[in-house]
């Protein structure tokens, strides 16, 4: 069965509402919705999805007036990325307001805090007197969705609407942004350049290192995002030697390979822009996943801007 599609706000907040899931567009993946508020609907989410309970939502809402709903004792760094990047692919990581259940930051006394860059949703947004909690729209572990399609094929049995808000235009989840130590520090490579946040904070900053068992965050855990078909990261000419050309697909940044069926082929971005790539990447991997082949190859980006994300994304597909 599959879920019902379309862009009716009133439908959507009608449901939230009643304590049921919505899946919403964002400029990065869609999401899957529910009042942060309501333990009842937000335990919705983790049953949809699948979804190991050790692994916190974020919390979406309109404006930053309303973070103080959220969350508390706000960093001015915080605050100074806020007022740069929102709405936008962001999301930053605070300390805990009490009216967010416990449910929603898996015991954590941190919160996830993001503003949706989409009209859709911060409409909805704003005729809802809860925020949201969303993670991806997706089964715990695959390929974000960036269509409703993606969200109807997997989740569509599971949920009574989709807000349909077209394709993201990112294409990639947020970057997140935690102060665990006072200071801002990279928790998840995403959507919002590193570039432009080290621009707007004066300096450079670092990754904190991935493990493939912190259950603080496991949206970097080593084996995430991943498609269900074997990912083979490298360069691809190479890779190609070792296989059968009839059993491979090729997900290659800019250009095709001969010899390879094109139905079996995916340019992230024939100008090579990472910008692009990121936007068709996911779309790319579940293209791929559904052909008749025994194999993904796949090649790194340039590691600029964008290009980061991609490849962390790449990276943990292909563990
Ligand atoms: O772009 C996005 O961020 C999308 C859209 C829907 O907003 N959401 C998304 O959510 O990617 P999700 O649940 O797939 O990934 C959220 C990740 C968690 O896996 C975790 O790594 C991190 O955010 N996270 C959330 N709350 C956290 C917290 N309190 N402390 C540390 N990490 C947190
Ligand atoms: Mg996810």
């Known amino acids: 069965m599959m879920a019902t599609t379309?862009?009716?706000?009133?439908k959507a907040a009608a449901l939230l509402n009643q304590e049921q899931l919505v899946a919403i567009p964002t400029e990065?993946?869609?999401g899957l919705a529910a009042n942060a508020f309501s333990e009842v609907a937000v335990l919705k989410i983790f049953e949809a999805k699948n979804?190991?309970?050790f692994d916190p939502l974020i919390v979406h809402t309109a404006s930053i007036e309303q973070f103080n709903q959220i969350a508390t004792a706000i960093p001015d760094q915080a605050y100074q990325l806020a007022e740069a990047f929102m709405p936008g692919p962001l999301t930053l990581i605070l300390p805990r307001a009490t009216d967010v259940p416990l449910l929603v930051t898996s015991g954590n006394d941190s919160v996830g805090v993001r503003i949706p860059n989409h009209p859709l949703t911060l409409n909805l947004l704003k005729n809802l007197n809860f925020p949201l909690a969303a993670p991806s729209a997706n089964p715990f572990g695959y390929v974000s969705p960036t269509t409703a399609q993606h969200v109807n094929q997997q989740l569509g049995d599971k949920i009574p609407y989709i807000l349909d808000g077209g394709?993201?235009?990112?294409?990639?989840e947020s970057t997140i942004i935690g102060f665990a130590n006072g200071e801002p520090e990279i928790l998840r490579l995403g959507g919002l350049a590193l570039e432009e946040i080290e621009s707007v904070l004066g300096k450079t900053m670092q990754q904190v290192k991935t493990s493939s068992s912190n259950p603080q965050a496991p949206g970097m855990l080593s084996s995430h995002y991943a498609p269900r078909k074997k990912v083979m990261l490298g360069n691809i000419a190479e890779l190609l030697l070792a296989y059968n050309l009839e059993q491979v697909?090729?997900?290659s940044f800019?250009?095709?390979f001969a010899d390879v069926p094109a139905a079996h082929q995916v340019q992230l971005s024939v100008a090579g822009n990472v910008h692009e790539a990121a936007r068709?990447?996911?779309s790319g991997l579940r293209y791929l996943d559904a052909q008749p082949i025994s194999v993904i190859l796949a090649e790194l980006l340039p590691e600029i801007g964008l290009g980061r994300a991609v490849n962390d994304r790449l990276r943990r597909a292909a563990f």
């Open 254 to 256: 800019a250009r095709p």
């Open 51 to 53: 979804r190991p309970a």
């Open 249 to 251: 697909g090729i997900l």
């Open 6 to 10: 379309g862009t009716d706000i009133d």
């Open 280 to 282: 068709n990447l996911f």
């Open 167 to 172: 394709p993201c235009q990112v294409g990639i």
């Open 28 to 30: 990065t993946v869609y």
